[in-house]
């Protein structure tokens, strides 16, 4: 039967068995089996997290006059931000819930202006095939067109195949630092010199990469440049939440120059509620992970970030050193950090992937080529070679074909 509401009140200690009682199914990220979703940074960073969520549990980011310090905070964020992508003075930017309304905020900006400058009419966004599913969802969401950037066989994006799709409709061009998929930054500077070439607003997507590349850059590890130092690019995504280490509901959209906010923001006052304003899309604004990302930039600043890139880094070099010493395995493209498709030309990956997950682990599938999508955390650099031993031992012992479809989010194939 459905649940409903209880007819009589409970104890906290109840509640919380239940929802206990509830969790023994989920992925054990405590233990770093999850190779996505959890971005695990060690018990320090734990705690500072818990500390400034409770500090800030019940209030609201919508109403800065009546919550100044987390007006503070945001401003603080997005200036750190602006700094770390080298954008200076003249990059500004909003928090978002995330990097899906970050990217929804930096096409309806787009789309706005070009409306508003160009006379564009509909508007289409030009987009890597690796790009994220958010910007087809906001190009729905904001009824505007968008067009795929082909993905040759090397499984990069180049900018030539990018050129002849700008055109007068396109109201902006994206490219990813790194994509999603295979962890690879895209070819930056030749594509937003083409987008710049025609006038058009050029986004790049660091949505994962955005408080990961810089650290990974002070490393010493070679990297394409793919932020504000590049001309041409207008906006960038990045999200705490992941690499960043905050809670879930952190990240900020970065534009520049930053006098195109006022593009994103929304204002309306012809109502009796007086007027009313948002920098992005939410209303009432959760205050802990804007706490939360804040407490925690300051308690491990760059000194902080580095060492625990390192760590990170150095847990991929092995886990890719790893699975390129198995002769039936490799990974998929070349990774610019913490991101690893792994493939097989003799198995049946994903098989593969059900007997992972029956040893307890979780990642993320693909097809196009067939993969098992990891993200490596700090953390993860004391499980890899345990992982690496469980992937030998799957490889050997792994059904033929896996039952399970490639998948990201949610499952809504009963409701589509
Ligand atoms: C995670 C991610 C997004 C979407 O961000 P959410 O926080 O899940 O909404 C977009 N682009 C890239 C490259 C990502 O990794």
Redesign the pocket.
């Given at each position: 039967m459905a649940r409903t509401l209880p007819k009589t009140s409970s104890t906290v200690d109840a509640v919380m068995d239940d929802m206990r009682a509830m969790q023994t199914r989920d992925g054990n990220y405590r233990a770093s089996r999850t190779w996505g979703l959890i971005y695990n940074a060690g018990p320090e960073v734990d705690a500072v997290l818990h500390a400034a969520a409770d500090l800030t549990l019940k209030e609201n980011a919508l109403n800065p006059f009546v919550f100044p310090s987390l007006k503070d905070m945001q401003r603080d964020v997005v200036s750190i931000a602006a700094d770390l992508f080298h954008g200076g003075e003249e990059a500004g930017g909003a928090m978002t819930?995330?990097?899906?309304?970050?990217?929804f905020m930096a096409v309806k900006t787009a789309r706005d202006k070009a409306r508003a400058e160009r006379g564009v009419k509909r508007g289409k966004l030009v987009i890597p095939r690796t790009?994220?599913p958010?910007f087809i969802k906001a190009a729905h969401l904001l009824d505007i067109d968008w067009v795929h950037v082909p993905l040759r066989e090397d499984l990069r994006t180049y900018a030539e195949d990018m050129a002849p799709l700008l055109d007068d409709e396109t109201v902006l061009a994206v490219g990813?630092a790194?994509?999603?998929p295979f962890g690879m930054i895209d070819p930056i500077t030749e594509m937003a010199a083409l987008a710049m070439e025609r006038n058009i607003p050029f986004h790049v997507?660091?949505?994962?990469?955005g408080f990961m590349l810089p650290w990974v850059e002070r490393l010493g590890i070679e990297l394409p440049l793919w932020d504000f130092r590049v001309p041409g690019v207008t906006s960038i995504?990045a999200?705490l939440?992941?690499y960043g280490f905050a809670i879930?509901g952190a990240?900020v959209v970065m534009h520049k120059p930053k006098t195109n906010m006022r593009y994103q923001v929304f204002q309306f006052g012809d109502w009796p509620g007086g007027i009313y304003g948002t920098q992005a899309f939410q209303g009432t604004k959760p205050a802990p992970p804007i706490a939360a990302a804040w407490a925690v930039l300051h308690l491990l600043g760059e000194e902080g970030y580095v060492k625990l890139a390192g760590q990170t880094m150095e847990a991929v070099q092995r886990l890719i050193a790893g699975v390129n010493a198995m002769p039936d395995v490799h990974v998929w493209g070349e990774p610019n950090m913490s991101v690893v498709a792994i493939g097989s030309r003799v198995h049946d990956i994903l098989a593969v992937g059900d007997a992972l997950n029956a040893k307890g682990w979780h990642f993320d599938r693909q097809e196009g080529p067939a993969s098992i999508h990891l993200m490596a955390s700090p953390t993860h650099a004391a499980i890899v070679d345990e992982f690496l031993s469980d992937l030998r031992e799957a490889l050997d012992n792994h059904a033929g074909a896996s039952t399970k479809a490639a998948t990201y989010?949610d499952d809504v194939s009963k409701l589509a």
């Open positions: 819930s995330g990097g899906t309304e970050s990217i790009s994220h958010a990813g790194p994509n999603y997507d660091a949505c994962l990469g995504s999200d939440h992941k879930k990240s989010g």
